[in-house]
């Protein structure tokens, strides 16, 4: 099955120009299996995804993204924001309390841009001195809003590490989807079977059709 495990909808991402039943009725149309709320530095209630949940008959997990020092971070496992969230040695020990999982998201995009006249190797290099990177669980090496030499850069990445690597489509208007997603081997319900499967690391990045005119 196919999941996005990257998306963001108005108001709690407020960078993003979709609500929350455009971007479940796309991610359908779209021929997908499941998506992923990962608002910035926002968390869903239960009970809301519950609702969305059965109001579409789609599978929708809870997941957030939070900005740390070493960039984006999808996080799957933890339900609420406290004071901390903001450094990636609070989250990564909270992660590991609650056993969920992290994924660098876009890696370096900001850094990347700087390094980009350089060589792959040279950027690749420049991550690595970085040593919160080697504490991520997984890297987002398809990425829907990134660039091909930034989705290049994060599989290299990905290889230097042995990692697995992820695909989402960042999705923040309705052009972003479908673009890119997860393809898990295994059937998933609930998102303690989705960090299960992440963590067994029965999953592969995959690119998805654009709908004709985009």
Known sequence: ????????????????????????????????????????????????????????????????????????????????????MHHFDFVRQAVDDAGGFIILAHPYRRRFREWEEQSLASAVEKAWQDANLKLVDAIEVLSGTGSKAENEFSLELCHRLNLKGTGGSDAHSPSDMPSCGTLFEREISSLSELIQELKAGRFSAVSLPRRPGE
């Open 1 to 84: 099955m196919i999941i996005d495990l990257h998306t963001h909808t108005y108001p709690l991402s407020d960078d993003s120009k979709l609500g929350p039943d455009e971007l479940i009725q796309q991610a359908k149309e779209a021929g997908l299996d499941g998506i992923c709320l990962t608002e910035h530095d926002h968390f869903w209630e239960e009970d809301e995804i519950a609702r969305l949940r059965n109001a579409h008959d789609f599978l929708i997990l809870p997941g957030v993204e939070l900005n740390v020092e070493i960039g984006h971070i999808l996080v799957f496992g933890l339900h609420s924001y406290v004071f901390g």
